[in-house]
């Protein structure tokens, strides 16, 4: 009997140690993720404001030769390392929502950088769904953080093999490739260049991106603690996928730019992404299997909220205005120019009258015809005239 209560004292001993263990190495990832998002949002706002200065004081530098933007950049590699880092530490289902930090950091540093002066009226109608969407999106990652998975486990080469090889895995990645090819023939065969077609595409790119990206972290860390885990195989396969999911990810996000407002794809993407990842570390790496349905329920209830507010804050972000030109009849030559906000992209000739514009220019001088058309318009031959002078005197 006593050698049964010591037993039990020693595994409950080992389980409450390994719920120790796994709580610091959450909050150590936790923390990683949240702190890299945080520098690349610094990074990029420190990018964007040297290439502003650089197009308001008309300096002939390139951007690249600037201190400010070899600072962003710098930033930049240093937060994405940190993020690279979270995923050994922390469970892949609560590292994926923590992007949400970079939009509320991207919103705050923007409305800093921005410098503009508004009355309180004006300024509660321009910003209100934003800061709304940032309380939103706080309130979210504090409940998907706090009821977020804790079971984790140290991903060795063996441990991933595992993983892959079995069959949850294997009939995940072949629903997925098979959605994949039907995205990829409606998008190019059928040009269904829809916007939530080319996310999903992205999306199911992330999810084996993330599934990668934590399998390469887990055995960096495990190598440079001195379990060496980098003669593996399995670890130059995930470090392949890796890169060309990356890659594709690129790709399609810049056709997108091209086709589609920035602010919704931001929020899009992140949800599509978000869900998709949480996906794959529930299948991949069994992340739920010791949760209870109470706080499954309050981490996916977190999640609508940080999708919730991260919309609000993207949907309220000032859309750039298209260009719309407007044609001048100027009168040289009949050749027409256009105007974008007053400045000339074709050619002017200092016409006398501006039609889109509605500006009468009376102290320019009159443009004289060519020579070919003031005689057909102004001095018509006589033969050709339907009244004579004496006929007009007469009547």
Not at 43 to 59: F, P, R
Not at 251 to 267: C, E, P, R
Not at 301 to 330: H, Q, S, W
Request: hydrophobic fraction near 50%.
């Amino acid at each position: 009997m006593v050698g049964v209560e010591v037993s039990k004292v020693d595994s409950s001993f080992q389980v409450s140690a390994y719920e120790s263990s796994s709580y610091t190495e959450n909050l150590i990832g936790t923390l990683l993720a949240i702190f890299g998002n945080l520098i690349v949002s610094i990074s990029l706002s420190i990018q964007k404001y040297s290439h502003v200065n650089l197009a308001g004081t008309k300096d002939p530098r390139a951007y690249y030769r600037t201190k400010t933007w070899w600072l962003g950049l710098v930033l930049a590699v240093l937060g994405e390392v940190g993020t690279f880092v979270s995923y050994a530490f922390a469970p892949l289902s609560l590292i994926a929502p923590l992007n949400a930090v970079s939009v509320i950091a991207s919103s705050i540093l923007g409305f800093i950088f921005l410098r503009e002066k508004w009355k309180p009226k004006e300024f509660l109608r321009r910003y209100i769904l934003s800061f709304i969407g940032c309380a939103l999106t706080i309130a979210g990652t504090y409940l998907f953080v706090t009821f977020g998975p804790n079971s984790h486990e140290k991903l060795n080469a063996e441990n991933i093999v595992k993983h892959v090889i079995g069959w949850p895995v294997l009939l995940y990645l072949v629903l997925e490739i098979i959605a994949f090819c039907l995205l990829l023939y409606f998008y190019k065969q059928r040009n269904a260049n829809y916007l939530v077609v080319v996310l999903l595409l992205v999306a199911l790119l992330g999810s084996v991106t993330v599934i990668t990206v934590k399998a390469v972290s887990g055995m960096v860390i495990l190598s440079v603690q001195g379990n060496m885990q980098l003669s593996y195989p399995i670890f130059y396969v995930m470090f392949v996928c890796m890169v060309a999911t990356v890659v594709f990810q690129a790709t399609f996000l810049s056709q997108a730019s091209h086709l589609y407002d920035s602010s919704l794809i931001a929020s899009l993407n992140y949800i599509l992404s978000t869900t998709f990842a949480i996906v794959a570390g529930a299948v991949f790496y069994l992340e739920f299997n010791h949760e209870d349905v109470l706080h499954i329920c309050m981490f996916l209830l977190g999640c609508v909220v940080c999708f919730l507010g991260v919309f609000m804050i993207t949907k309220n972000r000032k859309k750039a205005k298209a260009f719309e030109p407007y044609v001048t009849m100027d009168m040289m030559q009949g050749i027409p120019t256009i105007h974008d906000k007053g400045r000339v992209v074709q050619p002017d000739y200092n016409g006398s009258f501006s039609y889109g514009a509605l500006v009468n220019n009376d102290s320019v001088t009159p443009a004289t015809l060519p020579v070919a058309q003031e005689q057909m318009a102004v001095s018509p031959s006589p033969s050709n005239a339907p009244y004579m002078t004496s006929d007009l005197k007469r009547d």
